[in-house]
């Protein structure tokens, strides 16, 4: 998102409210030291989520080289914390292999950016869960 234009943007934007997704965003604001640990709290608070519902589920994260790793091992510690760890999977890949990313890539830029842009997005945001 932050190499398009506003035109392109708000196209992007629309057919994602018009494909009636619904997203929650594990906000981590500024209450954390660095992005590495905004993102493993979020990470928590995930799986935490997904060990209070039924079934199997699939987690597909964005793949940051840098990053791949420590996320493995939060994950792992956490899905055994929260015990889902055998019905729950994840798996890393670029927006390139699982083209659905660009969904909450999109969603979490408007968040991110505020303003008019958040307004434009709020449709599709079910939830927002602070991390603390």
Request: aromatic share 6%; with cysteine.
């Amino acid at each position: 998102m932050k190499d398009e234009r506003d035109s392109r943007r708000k196209a992007i934007i629309d057919v994602i409210i018009r494909s009636e997704v619904e997203a929650t965003v594990y906000d981590a604001g500024r209450r954390f030291s660095n992005e590495r640990e905004r993102r493993a709290e979020c990470l928590r608070e995930l799986v935490n989520d997904v060990a209070a519902r039924p079934g199997q589920s699939l987690l597909v994260i964005d793949k940051d080289d840098s990053l791949v790793q420590r996320d493995r091992e939060c994950l792992i510690e956490f899905s055994r914390k929260a015990g889902c760890k055998e019905r729950m999977r994840y798996e890393h890949a670029k927006s390139a292999q699982e083209q659905l990313l660009v969904i909450p890539d999109a969603i979490a830029w408007c968040w991110a950016k505020g303003g008019s842009w958040r307004q434009l997005i709020e449709p599709v945001v079910a939830s927002v869960k602070p991390i603390t």
